[in-house]
């Protein structure tokens, strides 16, 4: 274990308790390939009130429509200890939003924490 581990989570977990809200969902999204029928599903396993929202944003794209994103960190004890991928999304304030960027990510031999971004999806 990286020296940095025996307090470093535990930080990460404490950090982003402080700030968790309710309202904020973490979807894991996996696609599945069925060669025998060429079908690919997809299943979601939702992680409920998931981390901590930053950030909101509402930005104009050319006069003609607007684009809406979130800041949020999530810690990955609260995820099941995985790395969050732009297939899956977030949920909150009544709206799926999807991943678009993950940065940075904390860890040393342990997960301990990323930030994301989301737009609406």
Request: with cysteine; aromatic share 10%; charged share 20%.
């Amino acid at each position: 274990m990286a020296n940095q581990d025996l307090w470093a989570r535990p930080l990460a977990d404490t950090l982003v308790d402080a700030f968790r809200v309710s309202s904020l969902s973490y979807i894991r999204r996996a696609q599945a390939y069925n060669p025998a029928t060429g079908d690919v599903s997809l299943s979601e396993t939702v992680f409920p009130a998931a981390g901590a929202v930053t950030k909101t944003m509402r930005t104009e794209e050319g006069g003609i429509g607007e684009v809406y994103a979130i800041e949020a960190w999530v810690n990955a004890s609260g995820i099941s200890d995985i790395w969050p991928t732009t297939l899956d999304q977030l949920e909150y304030d009544g709206a799926r939003w999807q991943i678009t960027a993950i940065s940075p990510q904390f860890s040393g031999d342990v997960k301990y924490a990323c930030k994301l971004q989301a737009r609406r999806a």
